[in-house]
């Protein structure tokens, strides 16, 4: 199959952010309707074909620090002529742009769910291409740009991780209550509210044996595979007490919110990749 065309990818990264907008606006639409629509306009492109230039759209804005279409994983093995396209796209949609920026920073409450444990979902599975899980930073690198930090933004958002931590919190005390253990439900502290960023995790909890459950909650507003930050202090305590230690993901934070929890080291369940260096001057 011949490579992509600038007018082909042009009109797929298009559709893509006219999705993304519309999902940002919680306006219903149809991805394969859109996908249909969008074939007519290619030079016979399969449906695998089309999906998997979205999930390259998704990475590539992940990469930029912008979210993306939920139910699109990203896959970063793409044409550089995508990235260049997605870029100057996306300059040019300061509503969508604009949308984002003002939802980064919106402060938000704990939601009202009905049945809080129901909320539990498995983690999302890897789609990323083996040679980037050998060695992720010399790819990355070599592809490197200013990025837009709306998602570093959005987790620098207090308010959002205050509101995901309380809801965290209520999951653990209905798993612990539902199994017979009140009193350990009672005992579980706000870490982050009561001890501060320095224990390196947010919430103190219990197995039902009665054994620590140490967790972290990193909460967003997108999807599951949305990238998050985590300071050296959250990965060194999450190497040290391995057995004890939890990340709890709580994503599409809202009326319906999700979580998925990643027990155990992150290094061992995550792609790391560094964010920034510090420097002195030799």
Same mark, same amino acid.
């Given at each position: 199959?011949? *490579? ?5 990818v ?28 969008l ?7 399969s449906?695998s074909?089309i ?11 992940h990469?930029?620090?912008?979210? +993306?279409?939920?139910?699109y ?6 044409q550089g002529?995508?990235? %260049?396209?997605?870029?100057d ?5 300061p509503?969508?742009?604009?949308l984002?920026?003002? %939802?980064?920073e919106?402060p ?20 990323t291409?083996?040679s $980037?899980?050998e060695?992720p930073?010399?790819?990355t690198r070599?592809? *490197?740009?200013p990025?837009?930090d ?10 959002? @991780?205050?509101?995901?931590e309380?809801?965290?919190i ?10 017979g253990q009140?009193? $350990?439900?009672?005992k ?7 001890r501060?960023?320095?224990?390196g995790?947010?919430?103190l909890?219990?197995?039902t ?5 140490l ?7 997108? @999807?599951? %595979? ?9 990965l060194?305590?999450s190497e040290?007490?391995s *057995? ?14 999700k ?12 792609r $790391? $990749?560094?964010?920034?260096?510090v *420097?002195?001057? +030799?």
């Amino acid at each position: 199959m011949a *490579a992509w065309s600038r007018e082909e990818v042009e009109a797929t990264v298009a559709d893509y952010l006219d999705m993304l907008h519309a999902e940002r606006r919680a306006e219903a639409y149809s991805k394969t309707e859109h996908r249909r629509r969008l074939q007519r306009l290619l030079h016979d492109r399969s449906d695998s074909a089309i999906e998997r230039k979205h999930m390259n759209i998704s990475a590539i804005l992940h990469e930029l620090g912008f979210p +993306s279409i939920d139910g699109y994983k990203p896959y970063r093995n793409y044409q550089g002529l995508l990235r %260049e396209v997605v870029i100057d796209r996306l300059a040019g949609r300061p509503d969508l742009v604009g949308l984002v920026s003002r %939802e980064v920073e919106r402060p938000a409450e704990v939601p009202s769910v009905p049945d809080v444990l129901s909320s539990l979902v498995s983690p999302p599975t890897r789609v990323t291409p083996r040679s $980037l899980r050998e060695n992720p930073w010399k790819r990355t690198r070599a592809r *490197a740009a200013p990025t837009l930090d709306y998602l570093e933004r959005e987790a620098r958002n207090r308010a959002l @991780g205050e509101a995901g931590e309380l809801f965290a919190i209520r999951f653990e005390q209905e798993r612990l209550a539902r199994a017979g253990q009140e009193r $350990l439900a009672s005992k579980i502290e706000h870490v982050a509210r009561t001890r501060g960023p320095s224990d390196g995790f947010d919430v103190l909890s219990f197995e039902t044996t009665g054994e620590d459950r140490l967790i972290e909650v990193k909460t967003t507003r997108y @999807g599951a %595979e949305t990238p998050f930050y985590l300071s050296p202090n959250e990965l060194a305590v999450s190497e040290d007490r391995s *057995a004890q230690y939890q990340l709890y993901r709580v994503f599409r934070f809202g009326p319906e919110p999700k979580l998925f929890q990643l027990p155990g080291a992150v290094s061992q369940s995550c792609r $790391l $990749l560094p964010s920034q260096y510090v *420097a002195t001057v +030799s």
